[in-house]
């Protein structure tokens, strides 16, 4: 009787470890982090983009900025910005070092291979700047026959497709010349060390606006769509951003926010 006493003892002991276990392990799932840091979402940009994002003394401003901080209020976290190269945002969300990316980013096929993109939030445009008086009056004068030297802020779709072959519209990586920040490709567009730089709209109009002598040709170069990278093992993640991108496009947030950095004409 006293063995039997033992033996129901022990499994009865066995058994409250292992519902304690499993009781733990459900409530540690339960409260895993959407983040990396728990409670802080961590956005990657390239603060050289106005009006989607740039530095305004020790701050951040722009459209991704604001747009990004509601949608950190909509997940209950704190946003935390991180100013790198635009090229080693990819890399750092596929990583983990970031929670999302959020910087002018268009979706291209390559970049679908290593992250994930939620819905689109801004629709943009790629345009040429060339220097006033130049021979280049249109988008037709454009050449990829070695004539010509084009400035692009490196692995920003401008330079993607810039340094395509003829064949898929661009002019030849021989005759493409990267730069760091769009800023560098504008200081050797006036230094006549490339006869055109291919960059986005809206920082091509701020650019413009800021040094004289230079001009936007008419018409877009190609056109495309911003969406937030997000790594492909965070869906969880990417399901709650893409929940609140939609109510925030549905409450006329969004729209707001980008009408305050591009007026309407």
Sequence with gaps: MKNIKKILAAVLAVAIVAVTFVA??????????????????????????????????????????????????????????????????IGGVQTGKFDMGMAGMTVTDERKQSVNFTNTYAKAKQVVIVKEGSAIKSLDDLKGDGSMKYGVQQDTTGDIYASDTAENGGYGEENVIRYKTGAEAIEALKADKVQAVIIDNEPAKSFVEANEGLTILDGAWVEEEYAIAISKDNEELLNKINTALEELTADGTIQQIIDKYIPAK
């Design 24 to 89: 733990c392990s459900g409530s540690k799932e339960e409260t895993k982090s959407l983040t990396a840091n728990e409670g802080v979402l961590v956005m990657a940009t390239n603060a050289t983009f106005p009006p989607y994002e740039y530095k305004d003394g020790d701050d951040f401003a722009g459209i991704d900025v604001e747009i990004a901080g509601k949608i950190a209020e909509k997940l209950g976290l704190k946003l935390e910005i991180q100013d790198v190269e635009f090229g080693s945002i």
